[in-house]
């Protein structure tokens, strides 16, 4: 199968889970099967509060991170600690995500890249080839890492979330050459 990996890149809340969102939005309207998981932030009181872990397929959410310890099994990294019963089904969600056409991983970032934790399934599943393209959100500060590692196609750096809009729609004809080579 010919396959496209995009990186997607940009500091935080720069609209890196937005793009793909509404990417994927697009691409469920043209019939494409779409899988993986989305990390959108939650925000209370103007700041992001914890993390959720979203299916793709079946929407299903659970709680990824917080800033506070949520269990006692919780793994403190930063400001933030991380369900790791939600990493162990993370994990297993993006094994059984392939094949698909539209593969999204977000997002790989110090936990895989420095203490192979987190989603450590993402690498092994990009490097299967079974789909047609795959989004996967890097932190900024590893993106010469991931490229190393990942080598992708083609690279979306975001600055602002404001932008996000125009380059979803820059994006789509490229979307729609993907799905007829399907």
Same mark, same amino acid.
């Not at 932030?41 to 709680?63: P, T």
């Not at 539209?102 to 993402?122: K, R, T």
């Given at each position: 199968?010919?396959?496209?990996?995009?990186?997607?890149?940009?500091?935080?809340?720069?609209?890196?889970?937005?793009?793909?969102?509404?990417?994927?939005?697009?691409?469920?309207?043209?019939?494409?099967?779409?899988?993986?998981?989305?990390? !959108?932030?939650? $925000?209370?009181?103007?700041?992001?509060?914890?993390?959720?872990?979203?299916?793709?397929?079946?929407?299903?959410? #659970?709680?990824?991170?917080?800033?506070?310890? *949520?269990?006692?099994?919780?793994?403190?990294?930063?400001?933030?600690?991380?369900?790791? *019963?939600?990493?162990?089904?993370?994990?297993?969600?993006?094994?059984?995500? $392939?094949?698909?056409?539209?593969?999204?991983?977000?997002?790989?970032?110090?936990?895989?890249?420095?203490?192979?934790?987190?989603?450590?399934?993402?690498?092994?599943?990009?490097?299967?080839?079974?789909?047609?393209?795959?989004?996967?959100?890097?932190?900024?500060?590893?993106?010469?890492?991931? *490229?190393?590692?990942?080598?992708?196609?083609?690279?979306?750096?975001?600055?602002?979330?404001?932008?996000?809009?125009? #380059?979803?729609? *820059?994006? $789509? !004809?490229?979307?729609?050459?993907?799905?007829?080579?399907?």
């Amino acid at each position: 199968m010919d396959v496209n990996v995009w990186l997607i890149t940009g500091w935080r809340g720069s609209g890196k889970t937005t793009f793909c969102r509404e990417i994927l939005e697009t691409a469920r309207l043209s019939g494409w099967d779409a899988a993986g998981i989305l990390s !959108p932030a939650v $925000i209370k009181d103007g700041f992001k509060d914890s993390i959720c872990a979203e299916e793709i397929r079946s929407g299903e959410k #659970r709680l990824l991170a917080a800033t506070h310890r *949520q269990t006692k099994s919780d793994l403190a990294f930063g400001d933030w600690y991380f369900n790791e *019963q939600t990493l162990v089904w993370g994990n297993q969600v993006l094994i059984s995500s $392939i094949p698909c056409g539209l593969l999204i991983i977000d997002e790989l970032g110090p936990l895989e890249f420095n203490l192979s934790l987190g989603w450590v399934s993402a690498l092994d599943v990009i490097k299967t080839a079974k789909f047609r393209l795959a989004l996967v959100v890097i932190r900024l500060e590893l993106l010469e890492s991931a *490229q190393r590692i990942i080598q992708p196609t083609h690279v979306i750096h975001f600055s602002d979330i404001n932008e996000v809009h125009s #380059r979803v729609l *820059q994006y $789509i !004809p490229w979307l729609m050459r993907l799905k007829g080579g399907a």
